[in-house]
């Protein structure tokens, strides 16, 4: 089992920035690969980027692309997302994901284990 404890979530003004954490814990919980996703109210849950568990490879959506920066401590076992130049459309509960795997997917079921989700907010 893996579990996954996200924070960092809150209100910013469009243009802001915010950093989210995702602390991963259990057995060989540093051997797999993290991601963020996101759901607004109503939608689809989406893929914003994963991060291999060596940390080398990342992915990230075209979306969030040149804004949003996903990295990893491997000491720490936690990664992060960095999301800076906020859109109101960047407004939702964003999940972290872990996978059994050296690199990650871009699709929800690659990924086994999830995190309760932290809420941002981005207003105009």
């Known amino acids: 089992q893996v579990q996954l404890v996200e924070s960092g979530g809150g209100l910013v003004q469009v243009g802001g920035s915010l950093r989210l954490s995702c602390a991963a814990s259990g057995t060989n919980s540093s051997r797999y690969a993290l991601a963020w996703f996101r759901q607004a109210l109503g939608k689809e849950r989406d893929f914003v980027a994963t991060?291999?568990?060596?940390?080398?490879?990342?992915g990230h959506a075209d979306s969030v692309k040149g804004r949003f920066t996903i990295s990893r401590d491997i000491a720490k076992n936690t990664a992060y997302l960095q999301m800076n130049s906020l859109k109101p459309e960047d407004s939702a509960v964003y999940y972290c994901?872990?996978?059994?795997?050296?690199?990650?997917?871009?699709?929800?079921?690659?990924?086994?284990?999830w995190g309760q989700g932290t809420q941002v907010t981005v207003s105009s």
């Open positions: 994901a872990a996978g059994r795997r050296l690199v990650g997917g871009r699709t929800r079921y690659e990924y086994d284990f």
């Open positions: 991060i291999s568990w060596t940390g080398i490879i990342t």
